[in-house]
């Protein structure tokens, strides 16, 4: 098939006759004798090019590709109409149009442009396709880990990014929820629109509407002149609304109107103005509880919680702790132009026990300040915060060994190894990273304290 085109000519005798000519050169063919009902079929159906005449009743074609190009940008839209002028066809391509035909016209000449078009169009298509794998793998690379709870929480991501539906991340404060908000909008179908976000806590409530809605001209004493809210600056691409628990409840009532209704009125106004964003939502609250004390709408709650996302605390993540001190150490030290490239064993015991209250944030604060103080190539416990250093798990000592036994330092070495290959679930290549080793040294320890246990 050479393609799905979408014909708009309110001459309908034109319109079958053209739908019949492309038909036959391999075309599926759908038409339409007015603009509205164009868009109406556009919004249905997938199309890979629009063939609309230029004056048309009620909405002609330079209106039309400019709403075309407002809701479908990846449709390109070929013009026809009988009164070809230069300002006509300068006009449309302003309008986005990807071609100007006059009539009368050779219908080999538009079958020509057509197939041009198409491939215009699954070229685009392909592009946003491999840009999305490319976003994907690039945000995945930025949440360091893989732990169960970690890679639980990633295959959920993986299967509702590229739908619409709405997701609500649930996290304690520094588990990286707004990562996880901008890792679903790299893999999702409006990855080349805007990610917009906002921090519900952070702005005070008689702001925060006119913030989300935007506001008309003389809406208060300071609107001196309209502004677009966020909902409206997110279309096509996400909307992250974050800490959300902490939405007053009549700015909840509210929300839930714009949620259920998909239009927004800024603050003054009297339209209603549709957006199109796919909407997150972010919490460090439990919002059941919330719901159950009556400080978050029941309504709202479910509107937002069609898919949950939990990112775990980095205190369950086990041999991610390690993992993620070693890409911060990496990253800091480069920022900071110093040669600090390892994690002694002691600093890796106490980073491997310590409770991380403040989660992911925390451990990054941790390692930015270590490498700062840092006076040889590896971190060592003088660096790391006192809070860090003082900290004492109550299974420290390695069971059924006293803790004044003296050990050499290749038993040392054997144990702190052993102990990093059980942090990271045995995954060698991942411990020699960590370590600071290629994988065949790694191996021929591992081989000379057991036989066997170093064979890759």
Known sequence: MGG?????????ALAETLTRAMTRRGFAVSWRTSALEGLNLLDEQDFDVVVTDLHMEGMDGFAFCTRVGENRPDVPVVMITAFGSMESAVAAIRVGAYDFITKPFDVEILNLTLVRACEHRALRVEVKRLRRVENAVRGFDQMVGSSPPIAKMKELVDRVADSDVTILVIGESGTGKELVAHDVHRRSRNADGPFVAINCAAIPEQLLESEMFGH????FTDAHSPRQGLFLKANGGTLFLDEIGEMPLGMQSKLLRVLQEKTVRPVGGDQEIPYSARIITASNRDLESEVESHRFREDLFYRINVVRIDVPPLRVR???ILLLAQHFLAHHAKQAGKHVTGISAP???????????GNVRELQNCIERAVALARFDELTVDDLPDKVRAFVAADAPVPGVA???VLTLDEVERRYVQRVLAQLNGNKTLA???LGVNRRSLYRRLETWSPGEGTP
């Open 4 to 12: 799905n085109i979408l014909i708009i000519d309110d001459d309908q």
């Open 216 to 219: 008309v001209k003389g809406a």
């Open 318 to 320: 086990g041999g991610d």
């Open 347 to 357: 600093v890796a015991e106490k980073l491997a026990h310590y409770a991380w209250p």
């Open 403 to 405: 803790t004044d036994e």
């Open 432 to 434: 020699a990273k960590l």
